[in-house]
């Protein structure tokens, strides 16, 4: 696995290229490292591991005990975390524009406070809040992926 973090006081970048049978290890570098930012959105291609990222942050990272699936039909779902409190998954794929999205209680879910974790923000992009943090994802070849930011972000306190 290879990781390049930099950090500073106000900004930081993120890449971590690896296995797929690293995923866990690098859910918990990346919730460690992040674990301030409230709303997280996921970039990517479909099939390339939004869900499974997610899936693997969300029970092996969080501990979360519910059924962890990809909300695609119902656009929001709430699980519960011994480590992070409520967290808000989301699929913006069905999603037409904002407006659906704001409709949906997109907006609300955004503004709750809680841990979102965004798929296909780029649907609704305009609703994302200004320090959203923002992960793509891109497979290198069948079994080797490459997670990254590509903006710094303000993560002062």
Not at 18 to 44: G, P, R, T, Y
Not at 108 to 137: Q, R
């Amino acid at each position: 696995m290879q990781l390049n973090f930099v950090p500073n006081l106000y900004m930081h970048y993120m890449e971590f290229i690896f296995k797929l049978e690293e995923l866990e290890q690098v859910a918990n570098l990346v919730w460690k490292k992040n674990k301030q930012q409230k709303v997280w959105a996921f970039f990517a291609p479909m099939g390339v591991g939004k869900t499974t990222f997610i899936h693997t942050l969300c029970e092996k990272t969080l501990h979360v005990q519910d059924n962890i699936s990809s909300p695609t039909f119902a656009i929001i779902n709430e699980y519960e975390s011994t480590i992070a409190g409520t967290i808000l998954h989301m699929d913006w794929y069905r999603l037409k524009n904002e407006d659906e999205a704001i409709n949906a209680g997109v907006e609300d879910a955004l503004n709750s406070g809680n841990i979102c974790l965004v798929e296909w923000p780029e649907k609704a992009e305009g609703l994302l809040p200004k320090n959203t943090f923002k992960v793509y994802i891109e497979a290198l070849d069948e079994h080797t992926r490459r997670i990254f930011t590509k903006d710094t972000i303000d993560v002062s306190l």
